[in-house]
């Protein structure tokens, strides 16, 4: 009998090749379907809420698939981990019904963006946040950001070699906190466009410089016209923090975050 099972996974983006599967290996989904097939004993194909870029990281990325081979919980669990390299866990398994999809059934998703702004780089944080050496003016791009919540076309802050039908997507959340150095970007919506999140940081930070006003980000998105848009930030910072789903699945939340707690929630 068929079960399908969703996973909560957590991992740091460096040394992999993204999450969709490479013609040579290397990437997140390659390394967890392997580790998975040893479990179940046969090849098993998953299902991701949101692929991530090479670099980029997760606190909480859901996945799904269905299992020909009944198995424990735990076996998913700490019989696929010991499977895995370091740099990916699974944090939990769950049976689920049919009709759930880890991408067609998530309502919200929610990304962090990490930023260090100081005159030199950090190497203990490298590769954990994006960097800045110039002063950034966070209340300039808090009330640029406020232009990007609700329904828009976000053609402008969309890569090129994006694959989505429509270029339309509802921000519900667009903001930041700081802790000392450190800058947190929070953006909450129904689903992202590819590069989305790292191009709306991109113009952010040309606001946070002063190179831009902040009502020049209300223009840039009326306007729909990518190349009016700041260049693509580097995908070091950006984590995928949470999906959210209806409860009637009764997903758990996601752990409490083991990187800069005081900053993320």
């Keep these: 009998m068929v079960q399908r099972i969703a996973l909560g996974l957590e991992y740091d983006g460096r040394g992999f090749q993204g999450w969709q599967t490479q013609p040579g290996g290397g990437a997140l989904q390659d390394h967890l379907e392997a580790a998975l097939a040893i479990i179940h004993g046969a090849p098993l194909a998953t299902r991701v809420a949101g692929r991530t870029d090479a670099g980029v990281h997760a606190l909480q990325q859901i996945v799904h698939f269905d299992a020909l081979h009944g198995r424990p919980v735990q076996a998913w669990v700490k019989g696929v981990n010991s499977h895995l ?24 998703r929610t990304y ?18 994006g960097w800045v050496h110039g002063h950034l003016d966070a209340a300039a791009m808090e009330r640029a950001a406020r232009h990007l919540l609700g329904t828009h076309d976000f053609s402008a802050f969309r890569a090129a070699e994006c694959q989505a039908r429509s270029p339309i997507r509802t921000l519900h959340e667009a903001g930041l906190a700081a802790r000392d150095d450190l800058l947190c970007f929070t953006f909450r919506g129904n689903a992202f466009l590819h590069h989305q999140v790292r191009n709306m940081v991109g113009a952010l930070v040309w606001v946070g410089l002063g190179r831009r006003s902040p009502d020049w980000l209300a223009e840039v998105l009326a ?27 009764a997903l758990p939340a996601p752990l409490s975050n083991p990187l800069f707690p005081p900053l993320i929630p």
């Design 223 to 249: 306007g729909r016209d990518r190349s009016r848009a700041a260049a693509t930030f580097a995908p070091d910072g950006l984590y995928l923090a949470g999906v959210r789903y209806d409860p009637a699945f």
């Design 112 to 129: 962090h963006y990490l930023l260090l702004r100081r005159p030199v780089r950090s190497p203990l944080l490298a590769g954990r946040v």
């Design 85 to 108: 390299p370091d740099g990916m866990a699974v944090l939990w398994a769950r049976p689920v019904p049919e009709a759930f999809d880890a991408r067609r059934s998530a309502l919200e």
